[in-house]
C-alpha cells in the first residue's frame, strides 16, 4: 500500500509569488491535514479536511489556502508569499478524523521564499 | 492554552546506552498521547499511540509511559543504535473536534 506522497518535494519562490502544494493520501483514507514545520515553532496546523469539507483551521492567516477534491487529494496554496514562509510543510492521511485514528504523515514539502 | 512542553531540547548518548525523553502537557480534555520519531528531512512515524487508560506501551526498544493525573509522558529507549538520531515529537489530542497539540521535540543524537 503506498505511503501518502506529496509533491513536489523542492521549491524556491520569490517573496509575492503564490505556490500551491499537493497531497495525495493513503488509498482509502479521506482525512487529510496539513502542517508547516520550521525550526522555530516546530510543528503548527494549518487545517484538516475530511470529505472535500474543512472541518479545522489553525491560527494562519487568508493567505493559507486549501482544498480537497472527491477522491481525498488535497491542495493547500499560500498566496503573496513572505520569506517566514520558508518552512517544511507536510501532509497526514487518516482513515477518518477521528481522534483515536492513527495519521500518517508524507515526506513534506520544502518550500524556500527568497 | 493547550501547550505541549518537552524536554530536554537536545541529548547526545552513546550508541549502546538508555535514555528518557519527558513530555508535559496541559492539554483538556485529554483523548490520547504519541510519540513521534522524524528522521532528518522526512516526515514523522509514529511510535506509540496511549489512552487515558493506558499507562505503559512498548514498540521494540521503545517504551512509552503516561501519567494522566500529573500529565506527564515519557519516551525510554533501550540500547540505543546509531539509527536512533533523529527529532522525537510528543503529540496530544484533546477530544471532540480538535486539532492536534505539537510538542517542539528532543533532538537526540547517538554516536559511535
Known amino acids: 500500500k503506498a505511503g501518502v506522497t506529496q509533491t513536489p518535494r523542492y521549491l524556491i519562490k520569490t517573496r509575492g509569488q503564490q505556490v500551491t502544494l499537493s497531497c495525495s493520501p493513503i488509498s482509502g483514507h479521506r482525512s487529510v491535514s496539513w502542517y508547516q514545520q520550521t525550526p522555530g515553532q516546530g510543528l503548527q496546523f494549518l487545517f484538516e479536511?475530511?470529505?472535500?469539507?474543512?472541518?479545522n483551521k489553525g491560527n494562519f492567516p487568508g493567505r493559507f489556502s486549501g482544498r480537497q477534491f472527491s477522491n481525498s487529494r488535497s491542495e493547500m496554496n499560500v498566496s503573496t508569499l513572505e520569506l517566514g514562509d520558508s518552512a517544511l510543510y507536510l501532509c497526514?492521511?487518516?482513515?477518518?478524523?477521528?481522534?483515536?485514528?492513527?495519521?500518517?504523515f508524507g515526506p513534506g514539502t520544502r518550500l524556500t521564499v527568497t | 492554552k493547550n501547550q505541549v512542553e518537552q524536554s530536554p531540547q537536545s541529548l547526545i548518548i552513546l550508541e549502546g546506552k538508555n535514555c528518557t525523553l519527558q513530555c508535559n502537557y496541559t492539554v483538556s480534555p485529554f483523548s490520547n498521547l504519541r510519540w513521534y520519531k522524524q528522521d532528518t528531512g522526512r516526515g514523522p512515524v509514529s511510535l506509540t499511540i496511549m489512552t487515558f487508560s493506558e499507562n505503559t506501551k512498548s514498540n521494540g526498544r521503545y517504551t512509552a509511559t503516561l501519567d494522566a493525573d500529573t500529565k506527564q509522558s515519557s519516551l525510554h529507549i533501550t540500547a540505543s543504535q546509531l539509527s536512533d538520531s533523529a527529532s522525537y515529537i510528543c503529540v496530544v489530542r484533546s477530544s471532540g473536534n480538535t486539532p492536534l497539540v505539537f510538542g517542539k521535540g528532543t533532538r537526540l543524537s547517538v554516536i559511535a
Open positions: 479536511y475530511f470529505s472535500e469539507t474543512q472541518r
Open positions: 497526514a492521511s487518516s482513515s477518518v478524523p477521528e481522534t483515536s485514528y492513527e495519521q500518517y
